[in-house]
Structure formats: structure tokens, C-alpha cells
């Protein structure tokens, strides 16, 4: 589990193949100083013995046509033209449940000391005003979540979850798995 501090017994479960979390992360680099995202699809599912639900995003589909920059992306229509595009072509009875971006090292973009980049807080897993603001207009329901993927010296590339817990967006507990499970 990630974040496993931040889950609570409550909250639906989200499971992530690995291969989108990787997949993220590869974009995320080859962005280099520019944010970048996509849309998470899968399956929203229920345990045959317990009946609870839990998600499980199967795949994601790399953000066409954004205007990006090192602090901002912006999803336009033809971006989620696109997005819908790719999944009917799956054919594979998925849903799109939620969005990933990225930050890249804000230390590094300002020229920090190298010294310095290990204590910044600007290397912080956040979400901004503007991701709530755009998971709440697309993807406000209960089981829709979000991926961030950040950058900075300390850390390296490390992915966080976010998602609705009682009205707020807010880092959530996920799990990931490497097979075709839940598919």
C-alpha cells in the first residue's frame, strides 16, 4: 500500500496497476520541466463476499492537445475528445474514474542549492487549488480519484493518491498490483 498513513478504514479502496503508476512516471520524465497528465480508466467493482465496492484503474491514457508549462496544465476539449476517443477503441468495458499530472522539481527550476533541494517545501506532494477545482468539476463522485506524480532531489519521482473523503480532496491510501487482476 502507499500512503498508508493517510487511509482510512473507511474510504473505498483503490487498487492501481503498476504499469499506470510507471507509465506516469515515464511520461512525467520525458516532460522533463513541464507538467503533463492523462485520464485513469477502469473498473468500478464489489467483493462478492463482503459486497463492498473498490476501484481498480486498469490503464491510463497520456494527455493529448494540453497547453503545459512548468507550473500549470491545462486539459482542453480536444484533450478529453481524445481521451474518449482511446477508450472506446479499448473496447474493454472501462470507465474513466479520474485524472494524473505531474510537478516537476520546483527546487531545481529555481536554482536552488543543491543543499537546500533536500529540506525545500516545495518539493511537497500538493494539490493545488486548480487540481480540486478540476477534480471537482469532472470527477466529483465518491469513487473518482486523482494521481500525482512529483519530482525533487530528495525524493526522486514518487506517485500520491488523492480522492474524496467527506467533501474534500484529500491524499488517499492505494494499492498496487502487477498483474491482469480486476481486469
Given at each position: 500500500?502507499?500512503d498508508?498513513s493517510?487511509g482510512?478504514?473507511?474510504?473505498?479502496p483503490i487498487?492501481?496497476a503498476?504499469?499506470v503508476?510507471?507509465?506516469?512516471?515515464?511520461?512525467?520524465?520525458?516532460?522533463?520541466d513541464l507538467?503533463?497528465g492523462?485520464?485513469?480508466i477502469?473498473?468500478?467493482?464489489r467483493?462478492?463476499?463482503?459486497?463492498?465496492?473498490?476501484?481498480?484503474?486498469?490503464?491510463?491514457?497520456a494527455?493529448?492537445?494540453?497547453?503545459?508549462?512548468?507550473?500549470?496544465?491545462?486539459?482542453?476539449?480536444?484533450?478529453?475528445?481524445?481521451?474518449r476517443t482511446?477508450?472506446?477503441?479499448?473496447?474493454?468495458?472501462e470507465?474513466?474514474?479520474?485524472?494524473?499530472?505531474s510537478?516537476?522539481?520546483?527546487?531545481?527550476?529555481?536554482?536552488c542549492p543543491?543543499?537546500?533541494?533536500?529540506?525545500c517545501?516545495?518539493?511537497?506532494r500538493?494539490?493545488?487549488g486548480?487540481?480540486?477545482?478540476?477534480?471537482?468539476?469532472?470527477?466529483?463522485?465518491a469513487?473518482?480519484?486523482a494521481l500525482?506524480?512529483?519530482?525533487?532531489?530528495?525524493?526522486?519521482?514518487?506517485?500520491?493518491?488523492?480522492?474524496w473523503r467527506?467533501?474534500?480532496?484529500v491524499?488517499?491510501?492505494?494499492?498496487?498490483?502487477t498483474?491482469?487482476?480486476?481486469?
Amino acid at each position: 500500500m502507499h500512503d498508508a498513513s493517510s487511509g482510512l478504514p473507511d474510504d473505498m479502496p483503490i487498487i492501481v496497476a503498476q504499469r499506470v503508476v510507471d507509465e506516469a512516471k515515464d511520461l512525467a520524465r520525458q516532460a522533463g520541466d513541464l507538467e503533463t497528465g492523462g485520464v485513469l480508466i477502469g473498473k468500478l467493482q464489489r467483493d462478492a463476499e463482503s459486497r463492498a465496492f473498490f476501484l481498480v484503474i486498469t490503464a491510463q491514457i497520456a494527455a493529448l492537445h494540453t497547453d503545459a508549462s512548468s507550473m500549470k496544465l491545462t486539459f482542453t476539449a480536444e484533450t478529453w475528445g481524445a481521451a474518449r476517443t482511446a477508450l472506446a477503441l479499448r473496447r474493454r468495458d472501462e470507465g474513466l474514474f479520474g485524472w494524473w499530472h505531474s510537478h516537476p522539481d520546483f527546487c531545481r527550476l529555481r536554482n536552488c542549492p543543491m543543499d537546500r533541494r533536500q529540506r525545500c517545501l516545495s518539493g511537497s506532494r500538493f494539490f493545488s487549488g486548480e487540481d480540486v477545482a478540476l477534480t471537482a468539476a469532472l470527477f466529483g463522485r465518491a469513487f473518482h480519484c486523482a494521481l500525482l506524480v512529483s519530482d525533487s532531489a530528495a525524493t526522486g519521482l514518487v506517485a500520491t493518491m488523492f480522492g474524496w473523503r467527506r467533501g474534500s480532496v484529500v491524499s488517499r491510501a492505494y494499492h498496487t498490483i502487477t498483474s491482469n487482476q480486476g481486469e
